[in-house]
Nanobody
């Protein structure tokens, strides 16, 4: 069974940076769109950023200009570089694959999820 493992979260002050990594146990990223999602306490999980197999990216408006998603298919890894972090970015961050149509329409996958990585931004 292919697993997705998120890492790189932590506690950071507002204005700081973090780089999240999403590693797959197999080559499932190849040919698939990959998204980073987040879920804050009491809120629904939402798409933060996505990238197609060809490198086309999508960002939710609240992170545009601050977050950058990238992928390394050879390493089966997708990254999320987060800068100028704000307290409202505090959430558990997850990665997952989806069809490009669903991802770029902002839908959340119905596949199983990894454990995620906690990002906490203090003010």
């Amino acid at each position: 069974q292919v697993q997705l493992v998120e890492s790189g979260g932590g506690l950071v002050q507002a204005g700081g940076s973090l780089r999240l990594s999403c590693a797959a146990s197999g080559s499932i990223f190849s040919g698939n769109a990959v998204g980073w999602y987040r879920q804050a306490p009491g809120k629904q999980r939402e798409l933060v950023a996505g990238i197609s197999s060809g490198g086309i990216t999508k960002y939710v408006d609240s992170v545009k200009g601050r977050f950058t998603i990238s992928r390394d298919n050879a390493k089966n890894t997708v990254y999320l570089q987060m800068t100028s972090l704000k307290p409202e970015d505090t959430a558990v961050y997850y990665c997952n694959i989806d069809s490009p149509i669903r991802l770029f329409s902002g839908q959340v996958p119905s596949r199983s999820w990894g454990q995620g990585t906690q990002v906490t931004v203090s003010s």
